[in-house]
């Protein structure tokens, strides 16, 4: 299974994550994460994406397109993955679709956390003072929204339109609800039928 945990800044996509991981054991992937690593190490790759990072503007497509499908073909992915910060932008999300319709594979659910925007700017300020993430100020925090209400939230009217399975999940309450009502989706995801079926049928083929 392949999973998209999809929402705006701050909406919990990391903590939820490593449940999910914890839960179906599915290998968690964030792109986030990976910058990061790469921008502490000071690799050619991170020197390049850390002054976007800390903008909060979003790096090129083709750049973290090559990160995902190499992270992709590593042995650990075989049982199933849940990727947390990709696809961001519509163009990554064409790029994973055709990367996976190569392997015979396509993404089984999107898990959409709906957080307020005024809880999620509290959140991540509060992240800022416990974490000292540099993309957590004021500033940078509007940028991030700005770019995710541009470019990141039509990703979900994509999928909608190719048929796959979104399930909207209120990410507003307790680690735990969270965690229990994205625990339900995954496990409806799990025993239903693969979506191949309908989108033939929407395809009228
Ligand atoms: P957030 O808390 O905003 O979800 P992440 O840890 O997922 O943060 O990502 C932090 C930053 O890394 C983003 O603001 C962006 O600069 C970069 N980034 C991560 N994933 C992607 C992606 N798929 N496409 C472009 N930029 C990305």
């Keep these: 299974m392949i999973a998209v945990l999809f929402g705006p800044p701050g909406s919990g996509k990391g903590t939820q994550s490593a449940f999910l991981r914890r839960d179906f054991d599915l290998t968690h992937v964030s792109t986030g994460d990976m910058l990061r690593a790469e921008a502490a190490t000071g690799s050619p790759l991170g020197l390049e994406v850390a002054p976007l990072m800390a903008a909060g503007k979003l790096v090129p497509d083709d750049l973290i397109v090559r990160v995902i499908a ?8 075989g049982t199933g ?20 319709e190569d392997r015979g594979q396509d993404v089984g659910l999107i898990l959409s956390l709906d957080v307020p925007v005024d809880d999620l700017v509290e959140r991540l300020l509060g992240r800022a003072r416990e974490q000292g993430r540099v993309d957590d100020t004021a500033e940078v925090i509007r940028e991030r929204m700005h770019e995710y209400q541009r470019k990141t939230a039509p990703v979900l009217d994509h999928y909608r339109a190719s048929g796959a399975r979104v399930a909207s999940v209120d990410g507003v309450g307790s680690v735990e609800d969270v965690r229990r009502r994205i625990r339900a989706e995954v496990a409806g995801a799990l025993s239903a039928p693969r979506r191949q079926s309908t989108r033939r049928v929407a395809d009228g083929s």
């Design 70 to 77: 190499e992270r992709l073909g590593h042995d650990d992915v």
């Design 81 to 100: 993955v849940v990727l947390d910060g990709f696809p961001r932008t519509v163009a990554q999300a064409r790029a994973l679709d055709a990367m996976l």
